[in-house]
């Protein structure tokens, strides 16, 4: 049986707990490797190699690190191919969307190659009287990343890219349902290193675990900055619990989409969108769109009619099957959790007009497939539909009129991610949908750079002398400088900020 281990300090370390969890093909349903869930212990191997590797790679200049992640975007599409296979073996998806769970996140690790630019500080002249200030950014130290079974490229990738480039290193704990791609990830980083000249042992190291790994991040002095994508419930648990540990944390939870039918709507356009946003990748996804809301009876009725047509011609097949629209959901418990909520729809009163549960695929009758399910007349009140169901199932909820429709989408209890699809004609909006402004996904951040989490903003100030220096230029002055630190010191406290060598020196101010 293929074992999976950590990677720590850019080699394979098996783990020593005695606990393991099952790697599924969900094609055929048979245990396809293990994987050893990891120990505290486990956890500070890696953080001690991240310790001992993240000043080296720091001290690197932005331009040569920008040069590793151009090679380690070079290597990702080198190995597109054998990446997507691995990736579907494992988590079920067909080729084509492992293929664009991968470029999704190659595009990070490409905005990532311009780390020299976004490293830049910022300066401002006269912020008051004879006053300048300035910012640096620099990086945390040791960030780490929590990801979920749905994308194990492109989410590890949206994590771990921009956190490296600025000079972390980074701890990654992916999802033990499909664990390999993480790991994967990590040895090509390793030879995007070795093939300019660096050793970047333990600026990436992948811990694989559960719950117990999970706590042991959280709560580990070293690590500054956690991100997170799962569940909401999870999601919130993570944050509290980062917190109060000091860490910096992103902690992003389930959504529950809506994308709303207008009169005016080009239908067959509209069902052509819906249909890959329900039921593409299995429903996998938080971008999925499970909840379709026509205005107007005329309108749900027509667009139910096209869409029971739409659904009879999807196929559903395993992850090689080039012809498949979806492949099987990620393992059995996974299957059995949306064949649940499809009954709790059918008892709380939903018409469940189309019944994909007893979907068995010729061939692979143990593959962990369901068949796409649609409802209609799904009402607000309904558990089923106020909870993220994460499978190939869409619920149509009728409204009377669009402002209607739109405090449906607002007022879901799982809030929305915003999402665009076609209109009929320019100018006239055919399908809408909420923007994400404070009703998007679940989202709670502990104050970072602007846009980058995993960097602190240091703010330094100088006092300017009131007469031009030699040729023209204001010197500048600083605490300890002619006699004028007092003075300095006053005015930074004036304006809340602190003085270059205490931002340096002591405790940076975070912005």
């Known amino acids: 049986?293929?074992?999976?281990?950590?990677?720590?300090?850019?080699?394979?370390?098996?783990?020593?707990?005695?606990?393991?969890?099952?790697?599924?093909?969900?094609?055929?349903?048979?245990?396809?490797?293990?994987?050893?869930?990891g120990t505290p212990g486990e956890l500070e191997l890696a953080v001690q190699s991240a310790l001992r590797a993240q000043p080296a790679w720091a001290a690197v200049n932005p331009q040569r690190r920008a040069r590793v992640m151009f090679e380690f975007k070079r290597l990702l599409e080198a190995n597109m191919q054998s990446l997507a296979e691995l990736l579907s073996s494992e988590h079920g998806k067909v080729i084509a969307d492992s293929k664009g769970d991968i470029q999704r996140g190659l595009e990070v690790i490409e905005f990532a190659c311009g780390v020299p630019h976004l490293l830049k500080g910022e300066y401002t002249e006269g912020a008051g009287p004879g006053i300048d200030v300035y910012s640096m950014r620099q990086p945390l130290g040791i960030a780490a990343g929590i990801t979920p079974f749905n994308f194990p490229a492109m989410i590890p990738m949206w994590m771990s890219g921009v956190a490296i480039a600025v000079g972390?290193?980074?701890i990654l704990k992916p999802s033990e349902r499909d664990p390999s791609v993480p790991v994967r990830l990590a040895e090509l980083f390793m030879q995007a290193g070795a093939e300019l000249g660096l050793?970047?042992?333990?600026?990436?190291?992948v811990v694989q675990g559960d719950k117990v790994m999970v706590d042991a991040i959280l709560d580990h002095p070293e690590i500054a900055a956690v991100s997170f994508v799962g569940s909401s419930d999870i999601a919130h648990y993570v944050?509290?619990?980062?917190?109060?540990?000091?860490?910096?944390?992103?902690?992003?939870?389930?959504?529950?989409?809506?994308?709303?039918?207008?009169?005016?709507?080009?239908?067959?356009q509209v069902v052509r969108d819906i249909s890959g946003a329900a039921?593409?990748?299995?429903?996998e996804r938080c971008m999925a769109l499970p909840v379709v809301v026509p205005v107007g009876e005329r309108t749900a009725e027509a667009l139910r009619e096209k869409l029971v047509a739409e659904i009879a011609t999807l196929k559903v097949g395993v992850s090689t099957d080039e012809g498949a629209h979806y492949g099987p959901v990620v393992n059995a418990a996974?299957?059995?959790k949306v064949a649940d909520y499809i009954q709790m729809g059918v008892d709380e009163g939903a018409e469940l007009v189309v019944d994909g549960r007893d979907f068995r695929l010729q061939g692979f009758e143990q593959g962990f497939f369901i068949g796409p399910s649609f409802f209609d007349r799904v009402t607000p009140g309904m558990k089923s539909y106020q909870d993220e169901i994460f499978g190939p199932v869409l619920q149509m909820v009728r409204a009377e009129s669009f402002e209607a429709a739109l405090r449906l989408a607002v007022a879901a209890r799982l809030r929305q991610r915003h999402g665009h699809l076609h209109p009929q004609r320019p100018g006239r909006p055919g399908v809408r949908f909420p923007r994400e402004r404070r009703h998007g996904r679940?989202?709670?951040a502990h104050p970072g750079a602007p846009g980058l989490p995993h960097l602190r903003r240091l703010e330094a100030v100088g006092l300017r002398r009131r007469q031009p220096a030699r040729h023209g230029r204001r010197a500048v002055l600083h605490q300890g400088q002619d006699g004028d630190g007092p003075l300095a010191r006053r005015r930074c406290r004036g304006l809340?900020?602190?003085?270059?060598?205490?931002?340096?020196?002591?405790?940076?101010r975070a912005a």
């Open 1 to 37: 049986m293929r074992q999976i281990h950590h990677f720590i300090d850019g080699a394979a370390a098996a783990s020593a707990s005695g606990r393991q969890g099952d790697v599924f093909n969900p094609n055929t349903g048979e245990v396809q490797a293990r994987v050893g869930l």
């Open 168 to 170: 972390n290193a980074f």
């Open 199 to 205: 050793d970047l042992k333990g600026v990436l190291n």
């Open 239 to 268: 944050y509290s619990r980062g917190a109060a540990a000091g860490k910096r944390v992103q902690a992003m939870g389930g959504a529950k989409n809506h994308g709303i039918v207008l009169p005016d709507a080009d239908l067959d």
């Open 279 to 283: 039921f593409g990748s299995a429903g």
């Open 334 to 336: 996974h299957r059995k």
């Open 442 to 444: 679940h989202q709670r």
């Open 496 to 508: 809340g900020l602190h003085h270059p060598d205490h931002a340096l020196s002591g405790p940076a």
